[in-house]
């Protein structure tokens, strides 16, 4: 910086340069994202400071000097830069295991131009992780620079320690008298190596992990009331070939019991309030993870009065033979307001979006219980990569705190396209656009508003269906889903004899009620074409020539309009959408279509579905699932898109699709029912990594009139199945084989079936 740098202070910048002393190997674009400085802003010599270290730890530049000048009444700012020479190749010594070709592919990292410290340091750890990934858990890499031999520019060498190859083939305790070798693998994320490690990566050697297994497995002894549990350490023992066998050994103590639990000085609770709360009492067990869960609980409480600095100690006192006393040592600190919510890292969602989602509002009591639900809500939105909520001190003085909500944008725009298939509609060409943050008044980016977009299209030999959605979740500034949508549906695959069309708009208004309950009501406008195959008015005349009646089906050939009205009471307390391990879901709905509405048919129905699931012992899952219908016209009939069917790979999985209910006796053609029970058990257990093998039973019945919920046709399969989730995508995947038995129908017993499908939920 010149001398007369001072004289600057609080100038207007006209001008910031760069000047290289030096070949030009770093880009002027890159080294302008190091500083603040911009022309137009205000000179300060501790901005100046900030951006001569910047540029320093940038690791692009060896040394960094600032040149002011006057320019008129301002200053123009050069930063004359020495830049790192340029590296020429990057070379590697030491490797045996993998070649030169191969670790410079891994690296990551590139020759040309110069490479800063963290590019280095990245490309570092991708070749420890390379490593580490093929079984080599000590390898240790550093590196050096050095004059390349072209006499220009500096060559890059990795110098590389590759250590043992350690593949582990087998994971045992020893001293482990009270859980059986299994219980206690199930603790860790190491595991052996198996036949489907190339799919779930067992068998590597991560010593990091190791550590944190290893306390996993003693937290695991400490919760069941094994106070003193300790381990020396893992034991790593050779077996040949690259593989080893990893020991634990463990001493396990005596059980420990909790004679009773108390608590330090309190002010803001009575003990009386608390001990309903907690969870480890005394006469239990001496439990880690329910004494860690009522601290949490503790704080919890305190936070939801404003006490956002409240602390909870632990204090375990011996109280006789096997017996310990748990105090809970409570700091209270002082009760806080909410200053101010500052938002920063939204690039592209409006602060709007992401404040009406924030249940704090400047001069509320502090309540740190809400700054946990603030990040649940903000990551269920599926908006950001990383959220981060906390408090700090408020500008508005000591007795209030800020909440600070920092969020990482990640994309929310989707295009997919594929081919699938499933065993209903055979195979299905699709192309998916999705906009979870869209903004329909942003015309230039369309995102940031918060609103759900989707477009669909899919083509098939079976099906042709397209459909454009938009969801505003909060209209009118209310908790208040507006949803539109337009859609076109050529379903052939609902029969042999007829072809469905459906096409038209619907609109939904969705009302949380609690946090586990809504209200849904919708208005539907379609028209319904339903074009029956000429081949059914043969064996009409047929069937009339007999002397018998004609098929039902020519009644239902024809163009309807559908004018509907529904509303739907749901709960919902499950843990997830897919993959559900805990909760339960029910869902109670009601139909009325009528003239009376503008369209010409006239029905009305009641539909009740729920589903209960059960995380249970080695994270396996008992789901079961239930639903009753009924339809009735209030003129003339039901028609035949409106009646009720099972059968297929989301009921009963042992029959066809659509193929259990009342048939046309012409056609032998499932024509639907008016009232309708389904019931299923279901039992996954996890196999490997996002795999699970399901065994299910299901039964239902189809009964033709309507408010007939007599169970005495009764059909049931039983069968097993396959959950499987790729790793390229979310999208799980059943394959589930079942087996009729019982059919009161003999036309729908057609043997073992095979159902497969994309989507499910379980």
Known sequence: MSAQAQDFEGKNVTGVDFRYDGPKTVDEARLRNYIQLRQGSTYKTDTIDSDIKALYESGFVN??????EPVGSGVRVVYAVVPREVVVAVGFVGNTVYGDSKLAKASKLKAGGALSDQMILEARNNLENY???????DVSISHRVQPSET????????????GGKNEIRDIRFEGNNTFDQRTLRRQMSVKEKSLFSFFTKAGRFEVEQLDEDLESVLDYYRSKGYLRVSSPGVRREPVGDGRVDLVIPISEGEKYTVKGVGFGKMSVFTEEELYPAMTLNGGDAYNSKKMRADMTTIRSYYGSRGYADATVTPDIRDAGPNQVNVIYRITEGSRFRVGSVNIQGNTKTQDRVIRREVPLNPDDYFNSVELDTTKARLEGLQYFGDVQVNSSPSARGGNYRDVDILVQERRTGSITAGIGFSSIDSVVGFVNLEQSNFDIRNPWSFTGGGQRFAMDLRIGSERTDFGISLVEPWFMGRQLALGGELFYRDSQYFSDFYEQTNAGMAISLRKPLTERTSIRGEYRLEKISIDVDPSVAVLSANSVAGGGLPSPLLFEDGDYIRSALSANWVYDSRDALIETREGSKVDIGVHVAGTFLGGDVDNYGLTMRGSKFWNLKWDSILSVDGELAFVDATSGTVPIFDRLYLGGARTLRGFDFRDVGPRDPVTGEVIGGK??????????????DNVRFATFYDMGFVNLDAWDPSPSDLYHNVGVGVRLRLPVSPVPIALDYAIPIESPDPLADQGGRFQFSLSYEY
């Open 63 to 68: 040394d960094v000097r600032v040149l002011a």
């Open 131 to 137: 490593y580490r990934d093929a079984g080599y858990p």
């Open 151 to 162: 006499g220009q520019g500096t060559d890059l060498i990795f110098v590389i320690d590759e």
């Open 675 to 688: 009232s309708l029970g389904f019931a299923s058990v279901e039992y996954t257990i996890p196999v490997i």
